[in-house]
């Protein structure tokens, strides 16, 4: 998907809706503008159509989305809004929008239905359901995602906390990047000082110097938190609400008060943060200078290679190591822009091919994004045993002419998507829990997974029989796993 469209739609939509006091679901909105740039070919706003939502509502979302029925209304309501936000901005005209809206009227009460049927969505969202709603949408191994407690400084041990690597522009931007900074603009360095990138790296030390004095926010006890602040934001690696910046400075005010706003402006009025709507983050060069300050305290402060130029194995390698999910986005983006989509799903299968479960469930996850181009190097790997389950999906949901599934590989692929699963289970047991419960492989199957030739069958079982809510459920997969256990000593 393009994701900076996306964002850039989200962010005016926001605004619009402030302005408007409209109340706007931006979550649903933006997975609905996620699935329309990666199925539907809408690049930018002013392509969807009345069909679009018709495609979107009735088909992808019930085929991606793991949501009850009664959900049906309030996605109807998101696209709605949005459709109101397009043609206030002039994005579509009135008469499209009404036709965008007349369909939706006739989509509300048929979305429930199509929300409901096994038949719509197939074998593989009943297969993620049991990892959970998110898993659709960003199967890639990512950070929880939560933001921490910014009141809470992280431990000073580097061994106990230690730096995640970090992606780096060039030398060359980074010094074009100066003459962005407003501080530099307004107090240029004297004529004859070091190279600029030294002279940064000393301007971002002395902004993290504890006794700044007020120089950077204009409040001396402000100016002592702000390592803390910085370190936690790099760690991050993406936005964070300016709520939650707000209530850490806030802890450090003297006098129990703070003008946020203009603590953000003279933090960017640095070049140390930028804003974007209702969040704030890191500059390139503040991610830089932060670096080169951990390298002068002997810090392991790695930098992340460009993933954009691996192939496909260090691609998936690269994102196992676990990436914020806007990084890994851009990484996947900017690997697929380089491929052709049939060089791009020879490449990602064949380093699946072998693989461990999560290793190969990155790789199905961005081969799922790929067009119809791509059906000849999908189809090449239907004699692969482990891969065959995933590329008769990926033909049966696009409508290719695909071999059914085998009741002995519905079985494999289901023990193999829920050893994808495992690592965000132990991570999260409750949610795993509540989505079994809700979601769960069927008994009947659980007691047949003991026989399924695959090496995680045992872990999977032993998880299933720690995690499933219903005690004669979880007891069949504990009974499932001796079996399995005993089959491999014998």
């Not at 085929?63 to 936000?85: F, H, M």
Request: glycine fraction near 8%; charged fraction near 25%; include cysteine.
């Amino acid at each position: 998907m393009s994701i900076e469209w996306v964002n850039q739609a989200i962010d005016d939509l926001r605004a619009w809706g402030r302005a408007r006091e409209v109340e706007v679901d931006a979550d649903e909105v933006r997975l609905l503008c996620d699935y329309a740039s990666d199925y539907l070919n809408v690049n930018e706003l002013g392509d969807f159509a009345p069909e679009t939502f018709d495609e979107l509502l009735l088909s992808i979302y019930p085929r991606k989305v793991i949501a009850p029925p009664e959900s049906a209304p309030e996605t109807v309501a998101a696209a709605r809004t949005l459709v109101d936000y397009l043609s206030q901005a002039g994005a579509v005209s009135e008469t499209a929008a009404s036709s965008m809206r007349d369909r939706l009227d006739d989509i509300a009460p048929r979305m429930g239905a199509a929300l409901a049927d096994p038949a719509n969505f197939g074998m593989a969202k009943s297969l993620f359901s049991s990892i959970g709603p998110e898993s659709l949408e960003q199967s890639v191994a990512i950070p929880s995602g939560e933001v921490p407690d910014l009141g809470e400084a992280p431990c000073d041990c580097p061994g106990c906390t230690p730096l995640p690597a970090v992606r780096l522009p060039s030398e060359e931007e980074l010094v074009a990047a100066l003459a962005g900074v407003p501080r530099l603009a307004e107090r240029p360095p004297p004529p004859g000082s070091a190279a600029p990138l030294r002279v940064w790296a000393a301007d971002v030390a002395h902004l993290l110097d504890p006794g700044a004095g007020g120089d950077v926010t204009g409040a001396a006890e402000l100016d002592e938190g702000l390592y803390d602040l910085f370190d936690m934001l790099y760690r991050l690696q993406v936005g964070v609400p300016v709520g939650v910046i707000g209530d850490y400075l806030l802890e450090l005010a003297d006098e129990g008060e703070i003008d946020l706003a203009t603590v953000l402006d003279r933090l960017a009025w640095h070049g140390m943060i930028k804003l974007t709507g209702d969040t704030a983050e890191l500059t390139p060069l503040a991610v830089w200078g932060l670096r080169e300050h951990y390298l002068s305290l002997g810090l392991d402060a790695p930098q992340a290679p460009d993933l954009a130029e691996a192939d496909a194995l260090g691609l998936i390698q690269g994102l196992l190591e676990g990436v914020p999910t806007e990084l890994a986005e851009r990484d996947i983006s900017s690997w697929l822009a380089g491929r052709a989509p049939g060089e791009a799903a020879a490449e990602l299968l064949t380093a699946a091919s072998g693989a461990p479960a999560v290793a190969r469930g990155i790789a199905i996850t961005i081969v799922d994004r790929l067009d119809l181009q791509a059906e000849p190097q999908v189809r090449d790997h239907l004699d692969d045993q482990e891969l065959r389950p995933h590329v008769i999906h990926w033909l049966t949901a696009r409508g290719l002419p695909a071999p059914p599934l085998t009741h002995e590989e519905a079985l494999w692929v289901s023990v193999d998507m829920l050893a994808l699963a495992m690592p965000a289970a132990e991570e999260d047991p409750e949610i795993f829990a509540e989505n079994m419960a809700a979601s769960g492989p069927p008994a009947h199957m659980i007691e047949e997974m003991w026989r399924v030739d695959h090496p995680d069958v045992v872990e999977v079982l032993e998880l299933l029989g720690r995690s499933i809510p219903d005690g004669t459920v979880a007891k069949a997969a504990r009974k499932a796993a001796f079996k399995a256990r005993s089959r491999a000593i014998r």
